[in-house]
């Protein structure tokens, strides 16, 4: 009986250690993940300015379209081009809220990334 539970308890301890042995291969693979995380958050913030730039491009093209027409007197056309102004102020208000929200998002990022760094090494420093 004594050693049963002698065995079991080796195995316990072998077990255990192996678990504890490779948190350092976890820690590099959380890095990995922080940092393809932050490429896709910058991806992502390029392509907000990107339609962030082509809204307001679209937004000047609809404001002079609204001009000609009321110079040329076609109020229904200029009606349909002052909708699509309306609409495109919704989407640059919108592009402006992601890229807020993926400013914050990419800082956070940097932080955590940087503060998980820091334990990495902070753990592997010879003691003595």
Do not use: E, W
């Not at 350092?24 to 922080?34: H, I, K, S, T």
């Not at 940092?35 to 937004?59: A, K, P, T």
């Not at 009321?70 to 592009?95: E, F, Q, S, T, V």
Request: hydrophobic letters at 20%; proline letters at 1%.
């Amino acid at each position: 009986m004594r050693r049963r539970i002698l065995t079991l308890l080796c195995f316990a301890v072998l077990g255990s250690a192996f678990a504890l042995g490779q948190d350092n291969q976890n820690d590099r693979r959380d890095l990995r993940r922080d940092r393809r995380d932050l490429r896709h958050d910058r991806f992502d913030r390029h392509q907000d300015r990107r339609d962030f730039r082509n809204d307001r491009r679209d937004l000047r093209s609809d404001r002079r379209d609204v001009r000609n027409d009321l110079r040329n007197g076609d109020r229904r056309d200029a009606a349909r081009d002052r909708r699509d102004i309306r609409d495109d102020k919704r989407d640059l208000r919108g592009d402006r809220r992601d890229l807020r929200s993926d400013r914050r998002d990419i800082h956070y990022d940097r932080r955590v990334r940087r503060s998980d760094r820091r334990d990495l090494h902070r753990d592997h420093r010879p003691r003595g």
